[in-house]
């Protein structure tokens, strides 16, 4: 993995040319929402994936990096956006720089490029989950137990595991089908039989009690016992085998023909309303219906890949790593479909065993026909033979059962309506030829015995195979799923280890005996903690949003933690940290810092407040920190620093651009003031709500200044230090007569004259007001380092006032008397 080390980013998202020093070291954005923090982060994730996760996933699909990641003002010239990062390589001990353009994400320019840094750089470009986004916290803890698995799986690159499960699945399932029906088959060849045989038992003592007695008639040995090879028949001549045609047996046939038409109307119709209704669950979702009749054609593009251009389009990727990712989130978002298509798959079969009954009835019916010469009817029964046989092979598919859907609903056996007359005058005509001599009738029993045994038995072979086939899928998919959960319930007991132990850290106050269970099986994973030692339920019975939040942000780490052990060494946390109570925050910077002191985390986030809890935590330095203050189309973000922000107010002005100007100045008056308050121990008027007016801050912070400046000099005077005396005076002199000071202290009071009206001011009337302030300014701050002075230790009585390099260091304790 890499750290980052700087970056430079032009015409990007909403960033129009921005440098950032990030140091290798973890580091802080702030600033108010919609300041272009989160652009950063898309810039980051850009420059190492190729992609913008906040450009794919759910509701993104008219989103495209191609389209929406050059600025709103480039968007016809994707050449201008690009993103320059300079990263360090821990396990090469070098640096490198990676250029990415809009144009061409997946060409990236790599210096050097040496193969090692090649592999490096590629191996983190296919691990977009560095990046966790607020939106995305959650997605571990409030999902079903299958999304969940999903999730995790993804992020600790399993996701081929559950493919594979569901592959076995879809083959068990099919083989399950195929041998269901084969078992109707044995049914229907069964039935046939035992109607011939006249035996309301179907065993091997029964069928030969029946044949027996033909036999002795014709004269033919007994058969004392049935074996597989057993001839029913055997002893008869050639000649002497009839044509198939035993009268009696032909009318029972007919008659259970009959029987069966009588009942169509309710055979099947609890499996056709199943289907109805799966099919209208579809229709009232055509976003699950587009799923699932795009998954076959998916599961078939991602057996096909092979390299970066797609088998179904040949759309190039950047990769291949990037096709199949999109190949794998596509199938993913069928899942739910996917059960919904078993459904209907299973309802199907069991309709298709109904049409198999109707269909063993149809073909014995269509030798009889055959026999007495009825064309008419042997036409008939063919033509709704041949439309049943469709009818199965729909029934066996998805899109076939999509569109049965209107004859589902009228009846599905669709019977002729000319069938039952047919079938009574073919019965009349069976029932009125001359019974058949004793002789005759034993020889076209014995014959049809045994076409409709070897039927039987033919079915009985193919019903064994397809149970084999059916119990090796099983046994297989068991097999996978069992070897599957040991493994991953190993996998997570370490990952509810580690969550636990972090979440237990941030919230030690009130939650210092939590746990945690992850487990899995067969495609989901179950997740419960513990709830103040009353048991484990679902994270979102009992617990409250802000520490569901700290337990999905808690979960990432622990996964990230599995996934790269010890090449964990960055994370980009886009305002995800708002998500843990403001009480735990200094609790959170020390998980980050003491579990994991060697991964450089980028956090941004809207709260000033969070902000500077990061600094005082030492998590982050104002080094290792930046501030926006605003943003506008034209000039993307706005930096907050104590250099840059005068150049661009000189800019503005330059330009005769005073309200960007004023705003500008306006706003980094209120990070200072806000910088200053909280290092000098201002006393501004308490706000439940953190949000101070600068006409409630800057007076305080000066009064605030010029009493530590007296202090100081008094307690130099205590001391006899007379050049410390002189110093603390001549900034308390210069502070107090500088022209900013004295116009705080007039609008503070002229409610006419305020800050807000700078934006009406002419040019020449404005530029006094900036040098005003940023003489004021120069007052707070060592002229050396450049950062603002602050009292220590912070409290109620200060020791000393200084700056960070000593250059400024005041005491403020008196001598004892």
């Known amino acids: 993995m890499i750290k980052l080390e700087t970056a430079h980013v032009e015409e990007f998202r909403g960033i129009r040319k921005l440098d950032i020093d990030f140091g290798k070291g973890t580091f802080a954005i702030s600033g108010p929402n919609g300041t272009g923090k989160s652009g950063v982060i898309d810039a980051i994730e850009f420059g190492l994936t190729g992609e913008i996760g906040r450009l794919t996933g759910r509701g993104t699909k008219s989103l495209s990096v191609s389209e929406h990641g050059p600025h709103v003002d480039k968007v016809k010239f994707p050449d201008a956006a690009f993103v320059e990062l300079k990263v360090f390589l821990p396990a090469l001990g070098k640096s490198a720089t990676i250029t990415r353009k809009v144009s061409a994400p997946g060409k990236p320019k790599i210096e050097p490029a040496d193969a090692d840094v090649k592999a490096a750089l590629a191996e983190i470009a296919d691990h977009p989950e560095i990046t966790l986004a607020r939106r995305d916290i959650l997605r571990f803890i409030l999902v079903e137990p299958t999304k969940r698995s999903e999730e995790i799986q993804a992020i600790l690159k399993l996701d081929g595991i559950g493919q594979t499960?569901?592959?076995?699945?879809?083959?068990?399932?099919?083989?399950?089908?195929?041998?269901?029906?084969?078992?109707?088959?044995?049914?229907?060849?069964?039935?046939?039989?035992?109607?011939?045989?006249?035996?309301?038992?179907?065993?091997?003592?029964?069928?030969?009690?029946?044949?027996?007695?033909?036999?002795?008639?014709?004269?033919?040995?007994?058969?004392?016992?049935?074996?597989?090879?057993?001839?029913?028949?055997?002893?008869?001549?050639?000649?002497?085998?009839?044509?198939?045609?035993?009268?009696?047996?032909?009318?029972?046939?007919?008659q259970a023909l009959s029987d069966m038409l009588g009942s169509l109307a309710d055979m099947g119709k609890e499996e056709a309303a199943a289907i109805l209704s799966d099919i209208a669950t579809l229709e009232g979702d055509p976003a699950l219906l587009q799923a699932l009749q795009r998954r076959s054609l998916v599961e078939k593009g991602l057996e096909l890949v092979d390299g970066p251009e797609c088998p179904l389009c040949d759309h190039p990727w950047p990769d291949e790593n990037h096709l199949l990712g999109h190949l794998k989130a596509k199938l993913s978002k069928s899942e739910d479909a996917g059960k919904l298509q078993t459904s209907l798959l299973t309802n199907g079969g069991n309709l298709t065993a109904h049409a198999e009954n109707l269909l063993g009835l149809l073909r014995q019916a269509l030798r009889i026909s055959k026999g007495e010469g009825d064309a008419a009817g042997a036409d008939l029964i063919t033509a709704w033979g041949t439309d049943l046989q469709e009818l199965k092979g729909h029934l066996g598919n998805f899109d076939g059962l999509i569109g049965l859907k209107e004859r589902l609903g009228?009846?599905?056996?669709?019977?002729?309506?000319?069938?039952?007359?047919?079938?009574?005058?073919?019965?009349?005509?069976?029932?009125?030829?001359?019974?058949?001599?004793?002789?005759?009738?034993?020889?076209?029993?014995?014959?049809?015995?045994?076409?409709?045994?070897?039927?039987?038995?033919?079915?009985?072979?193919?019903?064994?195979?397809?149970?084999?086939?059916?119990?090796?899928?099983?046994?297989?998919?068991?097999?996978?799923?069992?070897?599957?959960?040991?493994?991953?319930?190993?996998?997570?007991?370490?990952?509810?280890?580690?969550?636990?132990?972090?979440?237990?850290?941030?919230?030690?106050?009130?939650?210092?005996?939590?746990?945690?269970?992850?487990?899995?099986?067969?495609?989901?994973?179950?997740?419960?903690?513990?709830?103040?030692?009353?048991?484990?339920?679902?994270?979102?019975?009992?617990?409250?949003?802000?520490?569901?939040?700290?337990?999905?942000?808690?979960?990432?780490?622990?996964?990230?933690?599995?996934?790269?052990?010890?090449?964990?060494?960055?994370?980009?946390?886009?305002?995800?940290?708002m998500s843990v109570d403001s009480g735990h925050r200094y609790q959170f910077c020390k998980l980050l810092k003491t579990h994991f002191p060697d991964t450089q985390f980028i956090i941004t986030t809207h709260d000033r407040l969070w902000a500077e809890q990061m600094k005082s935590a030492g998590l982050v330095t104002a080094k290792t920190s930046l501030a926006f203050h605003s943003w506008t189309v034209d000039t993307g973000p706005l930096v907050e620093s104590n250099a840059d922000i005068w150049d661009e107010i000189a800019a503005a002005l330059a330009k005769g651009k005073v309200e960007t100007a004023a705003h500008g100045l306006r706003h980094?008056?209120?990070?200072?003031?806000?910088?200053?308050?909280?290092?000098?121990?201002?006393?501004?008027?308490?706000?439940?709500?953190?949000?101070?007016?600068?006409?409630?801050?800057?007076?305080?912070?000066?009064?605030?200044?010029?009493?530590?400046?007296?202090?100081?000099?008094?307690?130099?005077?205590?001391?006899?230090?007379?050049?410390?005396?002189?110093?603390?005076?001549?900034?308390?002199?210069?502070?107090?007569?500088?022209s900013g000071a004295s116009n705080v202290e007039q609008w503070a009071v002229n409610k006419a004259v305020h800050y807000n009206e700078w934006a009406n001011f002419g040019k020449k009337d404005f530029e006094p007001v900036v040098t005003a302030f940023k003489e004021l300014l120069e007052c707070l701050r060592c002229k050396d380092c450049q950062t603002w002075l602050y009292v220590t230790p912070r409290g109620g009585s200060p020791d000393s006032l200084r700056c960070q390099c000593s250059g400024v260091s005041l005491n403020l304790k008196a001598k004892p008397k």
């Open 668 to 738: 980094h008056l209120e990070y200072a003031s806000r910088q200053l308050a909280d290092h000098l121990g201002a006393r501004p008027i308490f706000r439940a709500d953190g949000n101070y007016d600068l006409g409630e801050l800057l007076p305080n912070v000066l009064s605030r200044a010029k009493d530590l400046y007296g202090k100081a000099a008094d307690a130099a005077q205590s001391w006899g230090n007379t050049t410390a005396k002189e110093a603390a005076l001549e900034r308390k002199a210069t502070l107090s007569g500088s």
């Open 410 to 577: 009228s009846g599905w056996p669709k019977m002729p309506e000319a069938m039952p007359s047919r079938l009574a005058t073919l019965t009349a005509k069976v029932d009125a030829k001359p019974d058949q001599s004793a002789a005759i009738e034993a020889q076209t029993f014995l014959t049809t015995a045994q076409l409709r045994l070897n039927d039987y038995r033919d079915a009985m072979r193919r019903n064994e195979t397809a149970k084999a086939a059916s119990s090796a899928a099983k046994a297989a998919y068991d097999a996978y799923c069992r070897v599957m959960e040991q493994e991953l319930n190993a996998l997570y007991e370490d990952v509810q280890g580690d969550f636990s132990t972090f979440y237990r850290l941030i919230n030690e106050d009130d939650e210092a005996k939590f746990t945690a269970k992850l487990t899995p099986s067969e495609g989901r994973l179950d997740f419960d903690v513990n709830f103040y030692e009353r048991g484990l339920f679902p994270p979102g019975a009992y617990h409250s949003e802000g520490h569901q939040d700290g337990m999905g942000v808690c979960l990432y780490l622990a996964l990230m933690k599995r996934l790269f052990a010890k090449s964990f060494t960055i994370a980009l946390l886009d305002d995800v940290v």
């Open 165 to 254: 499960r569901a592959a076995l699945n879809t083959a068990q399932n099919k083989l399950q089908s195929g041998f269901k029906s084969a078992t109707g088959q044995v049914q229907s060849s069964r039935d046939t039989l035992q109607r011939h045989l006249q035996i309301a038992v179907f065993g091997a003592a029964e069928l030969l009690a029946a044949v027996n007695p033909k036999r002795e008639a014709l004269g033919l040995p007994k058969i004392e016992a049935l074996t597989p090879d057993t001839q029913l028949d055997a002893g008869l001549s050639d000649a002497d085998k009839l044509p198939e045609f035993n009268k009696q047996s032909a009318l029972r046939d007919l």
